[in-house]
Each structure stands twice: as C-alpha cells, then as structure tokens.
C-alpha cells in the first residue's frame, strides 16, 4: 500500500521576535469560538522587538486599532504574506490599552513601504484577544493563492538576527550635555525597544547620535518610568545601566542541567548567578564584577532557565 507523507512547507524567514520568546506548534488548535488556530503563538513580554520575516513590503496596516488588535501583513516578492498579530497597544510599562500607533509600529512604518529582512516593525503586545491570554506574537503565513499555511516548521528553520548590538556593555555615566560612543549606543537602545528618540531627523532610528540632549533624556525618562527604575529623572547610571547589560542575553535554549563556571538566571528576572566549582550559586551583585570575572562580553554567556531553585543548589557568598 502506498504511503504518502505530505511535506511540510518551509519558507526561508528571519525569526520576527528579536528577544526572549517561547513557542509550541498550535497551527490547527481549536479556539472557543469555534474558529481554528492558523497561526502560531511566539509568547514574549511586551515591547520585545518584532522584526520583518522576509524583504519585502507592508501590504496592510491597521491606523486605528480595530477590535481585533493592531496588526501589520508583509508580502514577500513571491507573494507570501506573513500576518503579525496583537501588536502591543499599551503604553510602556501598564495595560492601559492606551499606547496608540507609536507604540506599535517603528516609526517608519506604514502601508506600502519596503522592508527588509530583520528590520524592526513594531513590537510585541497582547492587543485583541490576547488581553487575557498573555502578550505574544500571533504570527501566519499566507500562500499567493491565499490558503493559510502551519507557519511552525518556518520558524523552527528560521534564521536569528540580532537587531541591536548585543555584545554591547554600558560602562559610563551619562547624562544631559554627555557625548560619545555609549550615548549612540543608548539611542539605538531606546529606539529599538520603543522609546522613541525622535521620529524623525537626529536621533531617529537609523540616525542615532553620540550627543545626550533632551530628546534622549525624554526617552531616557519613559524608559525608566516603565521598568520602574527609580528616581526616574533621565540620568543613565548604575542602576538603569546594569538593567540594560543584564536584559543583552543572547537569545538560546533553555538549559536543565547545570555545571562548574555557568552563568545563569531565571527567564523572568535579571539577577545572574555563576555556578562555583563548589557547584554553589554565587549572585554577580553588579555588571563591574561580571566584567572583572568574565570579561567584557559576559552577557553573551548566560544560560536561562525555568527555576534556579528545582536544581537544589547551595547558595554561597556573592561574588564580588
Ligand atoms: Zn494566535
């Protein structure tokens, strides 16, 4: 008897969340409103960057957001459509379905522009329907003879770009009038995670600048507000910099078992712990001791995982 196993489609895509994320197959899944799943849910916290699957153009875009959510379809030049679902419309750091387009789409973006492949396009949300399931990233792709395909194995054979500088270490205090190399860094920072420098001009996405005047203090500000980093005055010292360095963590897998010289930390916090050749957790109580141990691109060698405290460790004293 013949047996015929039908292969799944593929298409070539850069993964469009550019962050921490996490995704099972739920193409096909029944939803209670009797409707099927066609697309796939990238779970992630709000405001991770979403970025462009494929080079192509922005062939819809909600203005206002409907009911359904801010959504944003991109064809590609084969005419595949890949449709992104319950971008964010909070503003930064509530639930206040409140944020509007700024913060939905990157500023450039809007119906009928070109984007390439890994380009920023808006950010992740839990707008529509997902208000009550979590924010994530509902993401579809449609074939040119508009049938819906399991967007799964595409994602799983996808390629990962980093959007911003990830080996990047914020070392210097900055503040109002401040000039250099870090403060380039903080726009693009900003810029990308959706607090906006400017819109257009210097300062824009694209065209960061290595001078700190108020329009980086204003960003700098919001920020601050929405991670509730104190006093939220727009000065960029340790406090808000070991927020930064300890969110750049390289994008991998979820490790579950642990051994002498990890660095690693829980999915859903910033604190990071080395693993001692004691196999004792050590807390790295600030990014200036992760740099003396472990150099300066210490942050691209975190581990995560689900639970540090189901391995049962020991905790030893801080590393300082
Ligand atoms: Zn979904």
Do not use: C
């Amino acid at each position: 008897m013949p047996f015929f196993v039908e292969a799944a489609e593929i298409r070539q895509i850069t993964f469009p969340v550019a962050g921490e994320y996490s995704f099972t197959d739920s193409f096909g899944d029944p939803r209670s409103d009797g409707r099927t799943h066609l697309g796939t849910d990238i779970m992630a916290e709000k405001m991770t960057p979403v970025v462009s699957a494929v080079d192509g153009y922005v062939s819809y875009l909600t203005v206002t957001e409907p009911y359904w959510g801010y959504a944003i379809y991109i064809k590609d030049s084969d005419n595949y459509e890949y449709r992104y679902l319950h971008i964010n419309d909070d503003t930064p750091g509530t639930d206040d379905g409140n944020g509007g387009i700024q913060y939905a789409f990157a500023p450039t973006i809007k119906r009928g522009v070109n984007v390439s492949a890994g380009q920023l396009i808006g950010w992740v949300g839990d707008s529509g329907n997902a208000e009550n399931a979590g924010s994530h990233l509902h993401f579809e792709i449609w074939t040119p003879s508009r049938s819906v395909i399991n967007s799964y194995p595409s994602l799983m054979a996808a390629t990962h770009t980093p959007i911003i500088n990830i080996s990047f270490v914020f070392s210097k205090d900055l503040s109002l009038g401040s000039k250099g190399q870090e403060v380039y860094e903080l726009q693009k920072y900003l810029n990308h995670n959706g607090f906006i420098v400017a819109t257009t001009g210097a300062g824009s996405m694209g065209n960061e600048t290595t001078y700190f005047g108020p329009a980086t203090q204003a960003a700098l500000i919001k920020f601050q507000k929405a991670k509730n980093i104190s006093p939220a005055v727009g000065y960029f010292g340790p406090i808000t910099r070991s927020f930064i360095n300890s969110s750049y963590v390289v994008p991998s897998e979820t490790i579950t078992t642990l051994q002498p010289g990890l660095l690693v930390k829980n999915k859903k916090t910033v604190e990071v712990f080395y693993v001692d050749e004691n196999m004792e957790l050590r807390w790295i109580i600030n990014e200036q001791v992760a740099e003396k141990h472990f150099g300066p691109t210490w942050n691209q060698i975190i581990k995560e995982v689900d639970d540090i405290n189901e391995f049962g460790l020991a905790y030893g004293p801080n590393l300082q």
